[in-house]
């Protein structure tokens, strides 16, 4: 975990697992870099929420793979689900629902699935593309961080990779690009300070 400046009211924080996915960012706010999956970037959250200040939101930039053919560009999240809790199955052991699915502020965006797995292989992408269109590591924890929180929280993603075979060569060849779109993305639509 890596914080990347001061954290203030009124302004949000950006949140990334890593930094080559950060490293055009010159918006001026502060940025947190969790690493990569659910563990770290709930706990990462979790620890500068407790913190304080709070920010006046989140905003998680980062890559998602691409489960279903035509997937392309840059997406704001409507929803995200674990595809690794297996809730179903806990829920019948205890009547309690561990993980549902999280709704997020752009609702009208696409579902992304997280998990702790980088999806590298035909069988697992299939079965994932039943549930959602892109994959992750870190967006399900980071909603869930921040709705206990009580901080909105909005993720956008670009495509990186197909997430199937050889997804992890395709993510280190473009992740400098995909950076390149995010730090454009957040210079369009987030608050610039100096």
Known sequence: MELIGEITAGRPLLVLAVKEEAQFLDTGLPVLLTGMGKVNAATALATVLARGPRPSGIVNLGTAGALRPGWTGTHVIGSVLQHDLDDAVLASLTG????PPIELPDRDGPALATGDSFVSDETARARLAELAPLVDMEGYA???AAQQACVP???VKHVSDEAGDGAALT???SVAGCARVLADWAARNLPVHP
């Open 96 to 99: 309690e629902t561990y993980g």
């Open 142 to 144: 980071l909603a869930s």
């Open 153 to 155: 929280l909005r993720i």
């Open 171 to 173: 993510w280190r060849e």
